[in-house]
């Protein structure tokens, strides 16, 4: 009996390794994602003007990056402790976003959900309700007379029938629910995608104020040298001296901070990038040799072409101006389409709610022997009496949840509409303030100062017009890089809130601007 027992333990846990490698196997198939992808789509007029959530193969598909396969036996990683991946030593733009997408890892703890909502819709694909069986005998009795009379005995086969059609309601729950899962991944890839550009374009502009603070503090040391010998020679006096010493020291100390924020800018990259901190890292690029588009170039370029090469003009999308074409584009962010698949689960629970106001049938043949011997076959029913619930309080619950769905997806399509509008505005204002004073930006700042210590050498100048001629010309510079960083930041927040990736708005190169 034991060996039986252990034979029977030892095939369920075979059984049981093998479900688990099927499941985790199961996620193999998944697409891999660029730099990020916008969803241009019209607005939706209500929740059933669109089959955003239907059974089967109309489920929204999934295009993120692949995550990472392991073996059922590899206990740290099914416990969620994924590797740390090296990421490459020199990064563009487009290279630390593909980095994030693929080692992120709250976006890779992010995508696990979407195995689970497949589960729940195995679950509800399974009808709940097995046939069962009832079987009574009674081998012994006795009559009145002393007899022992026939054996009685029946036979019971019963099956749980639902009238309608909840099962198809149930799948459809479970189908809406995994296509919010979908958006809602989509929407964190996106976010992901606004966040790294952020990030890497706050670290080109600190590594721009590090250089330039490590310019001029070099500068200042040179020029420091330079008044202690004229003082030797008698040329200036002790009080020149000092206060050149003090612009020196104040100089380095900037520099040293400048540092400091590059690396944490750096250090802020490297978190979202998942690279360890040991790993090489180097940014290629510079803000002023980057190229931005306008907005609407943009978003002409996310709707897609009419034919060829032909591009689309706003007539071509039936849109009045600009702005409408971004609030065109930002009605398929994908939080607003998760929004939507939120409004079709309620919709399906409350169609659920309503069909459980039809009781379930309970039906089956039945066979009976008495102890006089007489057979009795035929079918036996069960139905339940609705009277002490209805289910009409459920179905008014769930019809109130439909509306209050509709009403967030709504406000917040409307929401999402002034926000891409705002951003877009935003950036066209710093973009074009950039294209107005990308004349003026030079990269010949040391020379500029270089003339003006020679200046100072040949005694043309003295020490409070080098101060006025470096403070003009860094200021001069710093106010090129604010106003490239605004661009950069406005660029991320534009992302963000239009779902259009920043390849379509900016690109690394010395070509023309739009």
Known sequence: ???????????????????????????????????????????????????????????????????????????????????????????????????????????????????????????????????????????????????????????????????????????????????????????????????????????????????????????????????????????????????????????????????????????????????????????TGDLSQFRWRSAHDAALSQAGSRSGDSELALGDLHVRDDNALIMRIADGRPDIMAAKADIETAHANYRLANAMRTPDLLIGPFYQRDDFGTVFAGLQAQMDLQVNNSFRPLTRQREAEYRQRSVTWEQLQTRAELEAVATASRYERARQLVEAARPDFTDDLPKELERLEAQFKANEVDVLRIFQGRTSLINNRRAALDLLNELAQATAAFTAASGIPPKALVSEGLGSGQ
């Open 1 to 283: 009996m034991f060996t039986r027992v252990g034979s029977a333990m030892a095939l369920a846990a075979a059984l049981f390794s093998g479900c688990k490698l099927n499941v985790l196997a199961k996620r193999s198939d998944g697409g891999a994602s660029g730099a990020g992808t916008a969803v241009v789509a019209g607005k939706a007029t209500g929740s059933d003007s669109s089959s955003t959530t239907l059974r089967g193969s109309k489920v929204a598909s999934r295009t993120a990056t692949d995550i990472r396969q392991v073996a059922a036996e590899d206990e740290d990683a099914i416990a969620g402790e994924l590797p740390v991946a090296a990421g490459p030593a020199v990064l563009s733009l487009d290279d630390a976003i593909e980095t994030a997408l693929n080692q992120n890892p709250d976006l890779a703890a992010i995508r696990q959900t979407e195995g689970v909502s497949e589960a729940a819709l195995g679950v509800a694909q399974t009808y709940p309700f097995n046939p069962w069986v009832q079987v009574r005998t009674t081998p012994y009795q006795r009559t009145t007379d002393g007899g022992t009379g026939s054996t009685f005995h029946y036979v019971l086969l019963q099956q749980n029938v639902q009238l309608a059609h909840q099962q198809q309601f149930r799948e459809d729950v479970a189908c809406s629910q995994l296509n919010q899962v979908r958006w809602n991944i989509h929407n964190f890839e996106l976010l992901n995608v606004a966040q790294t550009a952020r990030l890497y374009l706050t670290a080109l502009y600190q590594r721009g104020i590090r250089d330039l603070a490590r310019s001029n503090a070099e500068l200042n040391q040179q020029l420091l040298q330079i008044s202690e010998r004229q003082l030797d020679a008698g040329q200036i006096t002790s009080a020149d001296v000092a206060i050149v010493r003090i612009d020196a020291r104040s100089t380095r100390q900037q520099a040293d901070l400048a540092e400091a924020n590059y690396q944490t800018a750096l250090l802020d990259l490297r978190r979202q990038l998942n690279i360890p901190f040991d790993q090489p890292l180097e940014l």
